[in-house]
C-alpha cells in the first residue's frame, strides 16, 4: 500500500485516545477499533482530495459488486471492520486499503485489468492486509526499532510510545512498507478468498504479470512500490493452482458499460 503525498496532516489527539490502544498481545500495537477510526479518518480527507468518482460509475459500481461478493466469505469474526470501495480518478497504477477497511482503486489500475477475476485477486489481496492488522504491525515494529530498546523495556514506555501518534502525518499510514513475510501472507489470502467467492485464482497471477509489463513499459505501476517486482511470487501462485487440482471456472472478463 502505498500513495502519492498528500497536503494534510492528520492530529488524532482526543479522538481516539491512542495513549491506551495498546493490543493485548503488543504493547506498541493499535488495537483494531484504532485501526478502523484511523482509516475513516484518512479516508475522509482523501475523498476531499481526490477526485473520487460517484457511484453511479459503472467501475465502482464493479468494484463494490466483486467486492461484495468477496466478502461473502468472510468469517463473522472480522464483522469489526468497517469496508469502503471507492475509485479515484487518476492514471497511477495503483490501489490500497487502510487500516480498517477503507479501499481505493485508481482508474489507472481498474483500465489494465481485464478480468473480474483480476480484480478480485487485488481485493483479496488488500482485505488480507486489514483483515491481517498488518499496518498495525507495520507501525508497532517501527517504533520499536525507533525506540531502540529491550524486550522489557519495550513494554514499560508501550504507552509513552502510542501517544505520541497523537500528532502524527498521513505518512504513518502511507510509508510504512510491509514486510516479505505480511505480502505473501496477503498472496495467500487473496488466493483463498477469490477462490472462495468461486474466481480463478489465474487472475491474481496475470495480475502481476500486467504490472511486472507496466515496469517495461516505462510506467511503473505505485503498487510496486510496496508489492516488489519478484517472479517468484508469480511461480508461487501459479504452483498453489496446480497443486489445488481444481478446475476453476473460466475468468469473466470485465465489461464497465455492460454492468
Given amino acids: 500500500m502505498r ?3 498528500y497536503l494534510f496532516a492528520i492530529s488524532l489527539a482526543g479522538t481516539l485516545g491512542l495513549a491506551s490502544v495498546a493490543s493485548a498481545h503488543d504493547a506498541f500495537r493499535p488495537g483494531a477499533a484504532q485501526q478502523v477510526q484511523l482509516g475513516k479518518k484518512v479516508a475522509a480527507e482523501l475523498r476531499k482530495q481526490e477526485h473520487v468518482l460517484p457511484s453511479s ?6 468494484l463494490r459488486r466483486v ?7 468472510i468469517d463473522e469474526k472480522d464483522a469489526i ?17 487502510l487500516p480498517g477497511g477503507a479501499t481505493f482503486f485508481y482508474t489507472g489500475l481498474m483500465d489494465r485489468l481485464k478480468t473480474e477475476d483480476e480484480l ?3 481485493l483479496g489481496h488488500e482485505l488480507t492486509h486489514v483483515r491481517k492488522q498488518h499496518w498495525a504491525y507495520a507501525y508497532a515494529d517501527s517504533q520499536k526499532r525507533n525506540l531502540g530498546l529491550s524486550i522489557v523495556l519495550m513494554a514499560a514506555r508501550a504507552n509513552q510510545a502510542l501517544s505520541n501518534l497523537a500528532g502524527f502525518t498521513n505518512d504513518v499510514v502511507f510509508e510504512l512498507p510491509f514486510s516479505r513475510k505480511h505480502e505473501t501472507e496477503a498472496d495467500d489470502g487473496g488466493f483463498d478468498t477469490m477462490v472462495a467467492a468461486g474466481y480463478n485464482p489465474q487472475g491474481l497471477a496475470d495480475t502481476f504479470d500486467m504490472l511486472r509489463k507496466a515496469i517495461k513499459d516505462g510506467t511503473p505501476p505505485e503498487f510496486f512500490s510496496d ?8 511461480k508461487r501462485i501459479e504452483g498453489k493452482i496446480k497443486l489445488a487440482g481444481t478446475n476453476f471456472p473460466p475468468q469473466i472478463l470485465i465489461d464497465y458499460l455492460g454492468k
Wanted: charged share 30%; net charge neutral.
Fill in 81 to 97: 471492520w468497517e469496508y469502503s470501495f471507492d475509485v479515484i480518478d487518476s492514471k497511477e497504477i495503483n490501489a490500497f486499503a
Fill in 57 to 62: 460509475d459503472p467501475r465502482v459500481q464493479t
Fill in 3 to 5: 500513495a502519492r503525498t
Fill in 120 to 122: 478480485a485477486g487485488v
Fill in 227 to 234: 508489492h516488489p517486482d519478484d517472479k517468484n511470487r508469480i
Fill in 67 to 73: 467486492a461484495r461478493r468477496i466478502l461473502a466469505t
